[in-house]
């Protein structure tokens, strides 16, 4: 069974960084392309983040490019998140999701949550 383990949420400074690691069980990571998500109260679900089965192959959402960067270390079962120049809009729960197939995202994580202090 597929499980993920978001982690890395905490209270941060608007201009701070922070960086969220997605841990993988019962799987290979290698196999699904990887993506973050988040979601702040009242709002819907946002796209932040995702990468293919090679790394070169990264897509990010409007409101963190050139800001945030997903990686992935398929040795370590794990992916990342960092987090740079921090904003309070990117206060949400961020959920990391694999899918084999990209854009149909199969499994999530429980979510962490980032807090940010202006």
């Known amino acids: 069974q597929v499980q993920l383990a978001d982690s890395g949420g905490e209270l941060a400074q608007a201009g701070g960084s922070l960086i969220l690691s997605c841990a993988a069980s019962?799987?290979?990571?290698?196999?699904?392309?990887i993506a973050w998500f988040r979601q702040a109260p009242g709002k819907e679900r946002e796209f932040v983040a995702a990468?293919?089965?090679?790394?070169?192959?990264?897509e990010y959402g409007n409101s963190v490019k050139g800001r945030f960067t997903i990686s992935r270390d398929n040795a370590k079962n794990t992916a990342y998140l960092q987090m740079n120049s921090l904003k309070p809009e990117d206060a949400a729960v961020y959920y990391c999701?694999?899918?084999?197939?990209?854009?149909?995202?199969?499994?999530w994580g429980q979510g962490t949550q980032v807090t940010i202090s202006s």
């Open positions: 999701t694999v899918g084999e197939t990209r854009g149909i995202w199969d499994h």
């Open positions: 019962g799987t290979t990571l290698s196999r699904y392309a």
């Open positions: 990468i293919g089965w090679h790394t070169t192959s990264t």
